[in-house]
């Protein structure tokens, strides 16, 4: 499996915004001595191999999340949804107070990140639904990070009571992840 570049500048645009630029340049040099891949220049488009990128976030939580992957992996995504639309960059696409939307939406933010692999949104009646579906390479990153970036999403949009429950995953051994957003 393979990432997609822009998934590596948003890491470094939200550290570079949280914790400066001088601290995700000594960050990534201390990192490119394990990992020489990222001393190339990263485009967009580039394809990252899966492997590295998740050393790669493995490192970020060590140095800047307390070291507790779990939790790291979920803040990741949450700031993502959040710095995504803080920035203007999803925001005018919405309305105030248009979850559904932009839950329906999150597929998209797949396709954007990932090479492989299918994120699909079952609207209800009460809640949405979000489901992660054949992702060879089933790692907890994937799940915890497109949750925590459409929960982040929610909350930047004005979300004020939100719920979420795990009905499965990676995390828990699981094959698919299914996840239920519900919003008031």
Do not use: C
């Not at 939200?14 to 220049?41: C, H, I």
């Amino acid at each position: 499996m393979e990432v997609k570049g822009v998934a590596f500048l948003a890491r470094q645009a939200m550290a570079e915004a949280t914790y400066g630029v001088e601290a995700w340049r000594r960050f990534l040099a201390d990192f490119a001595k394990q990992e020489p891949l990222f001393l190339q220049p990263v485009m967009p488009v580039t394809r990252l191999p899966v492997v590295p990128f998740l050393a790669l976030n493995d490192a970020l939580v060590r140095t800047f999340h307390g070291g507790d992957p779990t939790a790291g992996y979920w803040q990741f995504g949450e700031a993502s949804g959040q710095y995504a639309l803080s920035r203007g960059q999803l925001r005018g696409m919405f309305e105030q107070g248009e979850f559904r939307r932009f839950l329906q939406f999150t597929p998209f933010i797949w396709k954007g990140y990932f090479t492989e692999g299918e994120l699909q949104a079952l609207p209800g009646p009460e809640a949405t639904e979000l489901r992660i579906v054949g992702v060879p390479h089933h790692h907890v990153y994937f799940e915890y990070t497109v949750m925590g970036f459409a929960k982040g999403g929610l909350e930047a949009l004005g979300a004020k009571s939100l719920g979420v429950e795990a009905l499965q995953g990676y995390s828990r051994g699981d094959d698919e992840v299914r996840y239920r957003f519900k919003v008031g």
